[in-house]
């Protein structure tokens, strides 16, 4: 079992930043897929972004791309999220997603078999 916890969330400005933490507890693997979703009230969950440790690779969604970063703590079994420039559209509930690592690049939620509880970003105008 792994346990993912949020935090980092809250209300920004149109333009601020915001960094969102996600911690790791339970099992321990050296390979992993450590994935950001965003779920906006009516919409389904969408990818984000994810690392992938067995190639030291990130990849990032389109609407994303230039504005967040993904990156990892080792010792503190812990991913950041680090959004920048952002934009009202960027509201919603967002996630951290773990897996075992896969030889594709997960980017489905249904992909992914370890959830945290999610936390709010809401970007007002």
């Known amino acids: 079992q792994v346990q993912l916890v949020e935090s980092g969330g809250g209300l920004v400005q149109a333009g601020g930043s915001l960094r969102l933490s996600c911690a790791a507890s339970?099992?321990?693997?050296?390979?992993?897929?450590m994935g950001w979703f965003r779920q906006a009230p009516g919409n389904e969950r969408e990818f984000v972004a994810l690392f992938k440790s067995s190639s030291n690779t990130y990849y990032y969604a389109d609407s994303v791309k230039g504005r967040f970063t993904i990156s990892r703590d080792n010792a503190k079994n812990t991913v950041y999220l680090q959004m920048n420039s952002l934009k009202p559209e960027d509201t919603a509930v967002y996630y951290c997603a773990f897996q075992t690592a896969v030889w594709y690049t997960p980017t489905q939620p249904g992909q992914y078999a370890y959830w945290g509880q999610g936390t709010q970003v809401t970007v007002s105008s």
């Open positions: 339970g099992r321990t693997v050296s390979n992993y897929v």
